[in-house]
């Protein structure tokens, strides 16, 4: 099935580790998104990419950073920079065509420990 | 992004039409209305798109006003695995690869 997978679903970090996370699409879309959620907020965009070999921030990118390698694949390093990493971190895909939506993965759930 | 405006919550009984609106009196001629659900500890699933006319799918109705100021999202047979907060967005024109911005949305109970 095509579709957009997020590994691990659960993670845990040490106080001053870097973690990543990874998120993998075979829908051959060009532009892929992370997104941040904490608990009962919206989505607040990190990073996106529209193409392989550049990516921009969003919203909050401070203390994470981001690779675009390949089309499919779109990993999130969450750094010891980040203050306050726990939340629920999402990975969505879509074309480039103006009014196609995005798709989402089920989500990692990062905490510290 | 126009603003999108929906209520808190909403029930529906199982079997019926599950009505959700959705305002956005602000939103520009170019504007797609999208909607998504996202059910606890899972992704945001899209559920359908719109510009200005109606559309169907195989999961549910999209109906927008004629001034384009709010619209209405039917699902005709809700069941419980439809409990689920509901979002309706309308991103700028071009935004698809841009951020998506998610308010509270409506929180749909279906119940027994």
Redesign the interface.
């Known amino acids: 099935d095509g579709g957009?997978t997020?590994s691990p679903k659960y993670l845990f970090r040490k106080e001053g580790q870097n973690v990543t996370l990874s998120c993998e699409q075979n829908l051959n879309h060009?532009?892929m998104?992370w997104?941040r959620q904490d608990p009962g907020q919206?989505?607040r965009?990190i990073y996106?990419s529209?193409i392989v070999n550049d990516f921009q921030k969003?919203?909050i990118a401070e203390g994470y950073s981001v690779s675009r390698e390949k089309k499919e694949s779109f990993p999130l390093t969450v750094t010891s920079a980040q203050k306050n990493p726990t939340a629920?971190y999402?990975c969505?895909s879509?074309?480039?065509?103006?009014?196609?939506?995005?798709?989402?993965?089920?989500?990692t759930?990062l905490s510290i420990l | 992004d126009a603003k999108t405006t929906q209520p808190p919550s909403m029930d529906c009984a199982e079997g019926r039409a599950a009505n959700l609106p959705c305002n956005h009196s602000t939103i520009s001629g170019n504007e797609y209305v999208y909607w998504y659900r996202q059910i606890h500890s899972q992704g945001p699933q899209y559920i359908i798109h719109g510009l200005k006319n109606n559309e169907t799918n195989e999961m549910a109705s999209l109906i927008i006003t004629e001034d384009r100021k709010s619209s209405t999202l039917i699902l005709p047979h809700a069941t419980l695995r439809d409990t689920a907060v509901y979002y309706c967005i309308a991103p700028p024109r071009g935004t698809s690869y841009g951020k998506l911005t998610f308010g509270q949305g409506t929180i749909l109970t279906v119940h027994p």
Request: aromatic share 16%.
């Open positions: 957009i997020q060009d532009a998104y997104y919206g989505l965009l996106y529209q969003g919203d629920f999402l969505a879509s074309t480039r065509q103006g009014n196609q939506p995005q798709h989402f993965g089920d989500g759930r």
